[in-house]
């Protein structure tokens, strides 16, 4: 059974600072890998997708990368704002769903 | 605008009673899913429809039920059966069809309904 993990479970910086979220998974049999970004009471937004054949993708200030054969994905975000501070959320995409980890709650103070 | 939505935003539930929450999208997906919001859990997949008339049990189906009886809409009924029906219930789409499960489109979620108990 997929289990992912998200490590660490909150985090807080200053504004400026660049900053990393992690995500592990116990199958490497995976489609793809998603990391979403969830507000307070609100649903999830997709912020990047990994195919399960690629290394990283890139958005803005946010670059993920994923190594499948250790079961690693991480989040990378440059200069951090105080617009970013949210939950993050990655997920795994084995045979027709998702699955999740707990999340990373973080705080960006200005 | 494209998008999911869900209603109502807030609902409430009585001992004994169903309760159904909606979702709508007009993304033109196949593929929708319900999934649940405990704290400090992840999201956990309750049912999920590939196509129109056809759906799946997640992870987590007991005492919920669905229906896809059109492609835009894919209603959850949170039965009496169901003993601890609170949590926040999110709705998501995607391109994926049937037969495709390995599909690398992302889902799209909508911004939930927060069920409690009366």
Redesign the interface.
Known sequence: KQEVTQIPAALSVPEGENLVLNCSFTDSAIYNLQWFRQDPGKGLTSLLLIQSSQREQTSGRLNASLDKSSGRSTLYIAASQPGDSATYLCAVKGFQKLVFGTGTRLLVSP | DGG?T?SPKYLFRKEGQNVTLSCEQNLNHDAM?WYRQDP??????IY?S?IVNDF?K?DIAEGYSVSREKKESFPLTVTSAQQNPTAFY?C?SSI?RAGT????????????T?LSIL
């Open positions: 999911i869900q899913y400090g859990q992840g999201l956990r997949l999920y590939q799946q997640g999110l998501a994926d499960s390995n599909s690398n489109q992302p889902q799209h979620f909508g911004d939930g927060r």
